[in-house]
């Protein structure tokens, strides 16, 4: 924001100075200006964020890499004509200066979790799409042609710095929520649990594999439900943040929140929030309610640029330590 600010400043000055036929003062300035433009597009091309969209009953977690790499987990929900790829997703994905997608990853077929993704197709160039082994008729109510390339087993994949690790369910089951394709993200010390809309005797499978990890981000499963509520799975993974996906009466489950405060786990879904937004800051990573940002111009005009301003700063996110 201050490179951006200086830039501006810069350009400014230097126009001015240009109108006042003062060429070697402006063109100094404009040489001055560029310099913090380009070292304000270095630093956004080195930025590492995860931003959880507020999707309803849904699920679309965004994950922003050095490199100008793009990770989506799940997108988005589709109810009969209310498509939110196209109303939300796309839009704020372009706001966002997003021009690809390096990797979609699938947790399942319900539409919940795939509404979106014809509208991020048509949108934006994808360049891999991974899935479980689901059946050809799950699909089909996406009315998508579509093709995922299938995870069978766990996998490991280097993003490098980052680390994905995928684990499939079962294949061509009839429980597809239980089937998820579940993964963890890890990058610098970070590590985000996206376990789909997997339920307890999936996480206990799991955790007899030995496929569960501690990690600092536990997405709940199923927005919340308290179908996924595995007691030993909450052990092994040492969550220090919980967040949910969700927007109903039990999504995320009252049983669920009361669990988690009475744990003292810090809890953020976007039924009450809004998008949230993760960042890193040294060895602490901080969570970013989207209700405290600032609204209203300039800053509207400038969002593509400047992410998320606020005059007072995320004023209810707390430091976690890694």
């Not at 590590?191 to 709940?220: C, H, M, Y």
Request: aromatic share 14%; hydrophobic share 50%.
């Amino acid at each position: 924001m201050g490179l951006f600010i200086l830039f501006l400043i810069s350009a400014a000055l230097s126009l001015l100075f240009f109108y006042q036929k003062r060429s070697k003062a402006g063109g100094l300035l404009l040489v001055l200006a560029l310099f913090f433009l380009a070292l304000g597009l270095i630093a956004r091309f080195r930025f590492f964020y995860v931003l959880v969209f507020d999707v309803g009953k849904g699920n679309a977690i965004l994950v922003h890499l050095p490199g100008d790499r793009n990770l989506l987990f799940d997108a988005g929900a589709r109810y009969g004509k209310a498509d939110l790829g196209k109303i939300l997703l796309v839009p704020t994905l372009r706001r966002m200066g997003i021009r690809e997608l390096d990797l979609v990853v699938l947790s399942h077929p319900d539409l919940d979790h795939t509404g979106g993704l014809p509208a991020l197709f048509r949108a934006f160039p994808v360049k891999k799409l991974l899935s479980g082994a689901f059946k050809a008729k799950d699909w089909a109510k996406l009315e998508f042609e579509l093709e995922p390339q299938t995870v069978t087993a766990p996998k490991a994949l280097s993003l490098e710095p980052a680390s994905l690790f995928l684990e499939p369910g079962r294949a061509y089951p009839e429980n597809l929520n239980r089937e998820s394709l579940m993964a963890f993200l890890e990058y610098q010390g970070l590590t985000v649990f996206f376990p789909g809309d997997a339920d307890a005797l999936r996480l206990a499978r799991a955790q007899a594999k030995g496929l569960l990890f501690p990690s600092e981000v536990f997405i709940l499963p199923h927005h919340g439900s308290k179908t996924g509520y595995w007691p030993p799975a909450w052990e092994i993974l040492r969550f220090k943040v919980a967040v949910a996906s969700a927007r109903g009466r039990f999504h995320p489950h009252p049983r669920i929140k009361d669990l988690l405060k009475k744990a003292g786990r810090p809890f953020y879904s976007t039924a009450e929030t809004g998008a949230l937004m993760i960042f890193l800051k040294g060895s602490q990573f901080l969570v970013c309610p989207k209700r405290t940002r600032f609204e209203g111009l300039p800053f509207d005009l400038f969002w593509p640029y400047i992410p998320y301003i606020n005059l007072q700063g995320c004023s209810s996110y707390a430091l976690h330590r890694l």
